[in-house]
């Protein structure tokens, strides 16, 4: 039996195997994902990004026990910040939500680049695709919110929360301004701080100076202390009512039409650097370029406009 | 005279003309980029990076004052945490820096990814090229540090400052494990504050534990304390010390290489996916596969094989 094939039928060790291959870019990962992807689409998928320190795992890990309550499966995608350095995960599987390593209705999985050529939020989204397929009826896929590579794994989210901590200093309130235009709903966590009410009511005004659309959704900014699991209720609340506004209101076709074309032009742009780059290296044009380069004969763009041309010589351009 | 021409003989607006084309992602940035590359390599190029609110701008505030009294050109490029999401750097040029505004000597620009296929790491590199072109003895790219894009911009310096400060909390603690191994000198910003020192010598203890080979780098763990300008001539001092090293050790032919490549590919696989796109969009097959897509007909992976082995048929995969 494939591990496509096993995963379908909620074998959890396929999954994780699978989501290993995934990671390590081996190229039968991605006959497994063909296999699949006709049976996903069933998980509804939640972001949670915001800056470093803002208690992100910890409000994961309640919203976690909250499906939980409801009877839902939970998969969570953790995007450690270490990974790009490290490849590997620091705050890793193991010492995450230690509560919920019983339960088999609870899959977690941190997520590191290491090789992937497609990059983080390639490696994210098929792992939620996997989880998906797993049957996991939520899956929250938690990252640190700076920088395109996690703006484009939000992306993949139906629902975004965005996680606030107050007092962390001018950065962040210009994070904080960036980031109003992606969150669907604003936690400020830690609410216990000095100066909770105040992000509260700066992210509020902020929010209300945006022009959003007759009939568009209205982010509500909600507080919590993830620590000792208050607001959490009322949080999962919101975002389920966020899932039916956005199931009822037609925003999902045009969010499933953008998916789409996201994902084929990520995976076509992987795959022709791939085979040209197999191309220049066996006819040795790679390093004729490299060596040229080095020389200062020829710059990378002129270098890089005469193959392509060659490449794909019925292009209009 | 062409921008490119203008550049090369000093001028600070037609500089700064190129830099918003780039931006804008203009095509006819690439033909300006094609003559300015012949005349590059001079400039040295700094990186610093570190965790939103470890005080970087000020940072690099002190650092362009002190490179000025030495009596070189400094060009800034200041990467906004903010603008993957507005489209436009929120701590703009305008409020940087003010006290060099009237030196010819010194050119700061602010970057947003806006459309640039290329993303961060491309545009920044690109208007580092440009900034060297111009006579900067010395380029310094600020970024924040979390984020594959922050470390392929890291990647371009010589030279990286990792920037820390005490009492950030854990999920910093994990960054600075990670951070290791791309900064070449520590700095322990805001040393005034509690914790400064135990931060200074974890950093210092972490460092240790690094197996440097035989003739490599040592990094140093510095103090600053930027607000005040405490520290900042040590810590200039460390930069040209870790140039003279970098120089004469013959880092600098792998540094070249690595740099040239990774430039070559990035832009192969911009120019190829736009090539691929112009096509699919022409004749059509763009649209059938989305629809093909919506329906769950096709897997995107799947969608991909069939086109690209049309694309390049010559491929040995």
Redesign the interface.
């Known amino acids: 039996m494939s591990l496509a094939e096993q995963v379908l039928e909620g074998n959890i060790r396929a999954a994780a195997r699978l989501m290993r291959d995934i990671d390590d870019g081996r190229p039968q990962a991605?006959d497994e994902?063909?296999c699949l992807?006709?049976h996903t689409?069933n998980a509804y998928i939640i972001g949670i990004t915001g800056?470093?320190?803002a208690g992100k795992s910890t409000l994961v890990d309640q919203l976690t026990a909250s499906f939980r309550k409801q009877g839902k499966k939970v998969g969570v995608v953790a995007i450690?910040?270490?990974?790009?350095?490290?490849g590997g995960a620091?705050?890793g599987d193991r010492i995450r939500m230690n509560r919920h390593s019983c339960d088999e209705g609870v899959f977690i999985r941190s997520l590191a680049?290491r090789g992937a050529l497609g990059?983080?939020s390639r490696s994210a989204s098929d792992v939620a695709l996997v989880m998906d397929a797993l049957g996991m009826d939520i899956v929250i896929i938690e990252t640190?919110g700076?920088?395109?590579?996690?703006?484009d794994i939000v992306k993949e989210a139906h629902t975004t929360c965005v996680v606030m901590v107050p007092g962390?200093?001018?950065?962040?309130q210009?994070?904080k301004?960036?980031?109003?235009?992606?969150g669907d709903i604003f936690v400020v966590n830690k609410a216990d701080r000095d100066g909770a009410d105040r992000t509260a009511r700066e992210l509020s005004t902020m929010l209300e100076m945006r022009h959003g659309a007759a009939g568009s959704w209205n982010p509500q900014v909600m507080k919590t202390e993830a620590q000792r699991g208050a607001g959490i209720d009322e949080l999962t609340s919101e975002i389920l009512a966020h899932r039916d506004f956005f199931l009822s209101s037609g925003t999902i076709d045009d969010f499933?039409?953008e998916r789409?074309?996201r994902?084929?032009?990520s995976?076509?742009?992987d795959?022709?650097?791939?085979?040209?780059?197999?191309?220049l290296t066996?006819d040795g044009t790679l390093e004729r370029?490299?060596t040229e380069?080095?020389g200062?004969h020829i710059?990378?763009?002129?270098?890089?406009?005469e193959?392509?041309s060659k490449?794909?010589p019925?292009?209009?351009?």
Chains 1, 2 share one sequence.
């Open positions: 991605v994902l063909k992807y006709p689409g800056p470093p320190g450690d910040p270490t990974s790009p350095f490290t620091i705050l680049t990059g983080l640190v700076v920088g395109q590579d996690e703006v962390l200093g001018d950065d962040i210009a994070i301004a960036g980031i109003l235009e992606i499933l039409h789409n074309q994902h084929f032009i995976i076509l742009r795959t022709l650097l791939r085979k040209a780059l197999l191309l066996k370029v490299m380069m080095s200062h710059d990378p763009y002129s270098a890089v406009e193959i392509a490449m794909m019925d292009s209009a351009d």
